[in-house]
């Protein structure tokens, strides 16, 4: 396959609970459950998706969970009780793109707000319109802005990882991914630190623009 641009590509080792929960609300596909391991890629022409969707599952035991085609950009998440099956079916659509890992877009944070002791107006509006858990007032909220979008599902599962907290929103396709997260205030500093730092040791080459 050619002029594949390689985007996002990453494994989650491990879903954690609210992180699973939260694909399984947002998914079309098959729900992936807490403990299993994904593979998430993003590509641009978003309509090649497909065939790699195709590659990945006849390769490997892995059920797909997102499947998103845009205009510009495709994204395919596929998850399995096995760590090595998630790899093989990213091993799998490498080889067909003629690419390697280190041929994916390093992730670039674009902003990164705290926001303290939220206010009972402003929680209600995010609620409004999130997917996953509610931000209460008084909850310090964490919003995480980045390219490329794919990498906001690795971020948030991460940050679950590391501290108690609850995932409010998830956006991980498109020009740019978003992450919310939010509770008590030393909870949200730890995964932000830690979500900062893992985003930041992924390899890859450097986005050249804004808007790529």
């Known amino acids: 396959m050619k002029n594949i641009d390689l985007r996002t590509y ?3 080792d491990s879903l954690q609970l609210q992180m699973a929960s ?31 969707t195709d590659i990945a ?33 990213g091993d799998a659509i490498l080889k067909e793109m003629g690419l390697t890992e280190n041929d994916r877009m390093k992730p670039e944070i674009l902003t990164s707000q705290l926001i303290k002791n939220i206010s009972d107006h402003h929680a209600q509006l995010i609620n409004k319109v999130r997917y996953g858990n ?6 310090t909220l964490y919003v995480l802005e980045m390219k490329p979008a794919g990498y906001a599902y690795y971020a948030a599962n991460e940050a679950e990882k590391a501290s108690r907290i609850n995932i409010i929103n ?27 730092s893992r985003l930041s040791e992924i390899s890859g080459r450097e986005s ?5």
């Open 10 to 12: 990453i494994y989650l």
């Open 22 to 52: 939260y694909l399984a609300t947002v998914s079309r596909g098959y729900f992936p459950v807490a403990g299993q391991a994904c593979m998430i890629a993003e590509i641009s022409p978003g309509i090649e998706i497909n065939r790699l």
């Open 57 to 89: 599952l006849k390769a490997t035991n892995v059920a797909p969970g997102i499947q998103i085609v845009e205009r510009l950009f495709g994204l395919l998440e596929v998850h399995s009780d096995n760590q090595g099956d998630a790899r093989q079916a």
């Open 134 to 139: 509610m931000v209460l007032r008084g909850d």
């Open 170 to 196: 998830v956006t991980g396709f498109g020009s740019f991914g978003r992450v919310y997260i939010a509770g008590e205030e030393s909870e949200v500093l730890v995964s932000k630190e830690i979500v900062e």
């Open 208 to 212: 050249e623009g804004r808007n790529e």
